[in-house]
């Protein structure tokens, strides 16, 4: 059973840092590309970042460009996105997900859809305090 399980959410105040992990199991890790996402209520889900487990190439929103940096722990199936200098703007449900490599082509112009991944976990709310 592939599962994606997100933490590291919190309440941190304007400039503060988090660091987001999405645990992954079931599935092969290095065949994948895992991206992370966020959502405020009423508003689309946004890409945020995804790296290719593949090859190690990441991809940043530029929103988040210089901010959030995206790495992989392939010993631990692990996912990282440590999320600096945050602002209120940042707050959001924060969700990774994973698709196969082979089924994605990977732009440094824009970041894959949400349609593109294949599995997801169940979020994690970041909370940016003014």
């Known amino acids: 059973e592939v599962q994606l399980v997100e933490s590291g959410g919190g309440l941190v105040q304007a400039g503060g840092s988090l660091r987001l992990s999405c645990a992954a199991s079931g599935f092969t890790f290095d065949d994948y590309v895992i991206g992370w996402f966020r959502q405020v209520p009423g508003k689309e889900r946004e890409g945020v970042s995804c790296?290719?487990?593949?090859?190690?190439?990441?991809y940043y929103a530029d929103s988040v460009e210089g901010r959030f940096t995206i790495a992989s722990d392939n010993a631990k199936n692990t996912v990282y996105l440590q999320m600096n200098s945050l602002t209120p703007d940042d707050t959001a449900v924060y969700y990774c997900?994973?698709?196969?490599?082979?089924?994605?082509?990977?732009?440094?112009?824009?970041?894959?859809?949400?349609?593109?991944?294949?599995?997801w976990g169940q979020g994690t709310q970041v909370i940016v305090s003014s």
């Open positions: 790296i290719s487990i593949t090859d190690g190439s990441t």
């Open positions: 997900a994973a698709a196969e490599s082979r089924s994605m082509i990977l732009l440094s112009t824009s970041l894959p859809s949400e349609w593109e991944y294949d599995y």
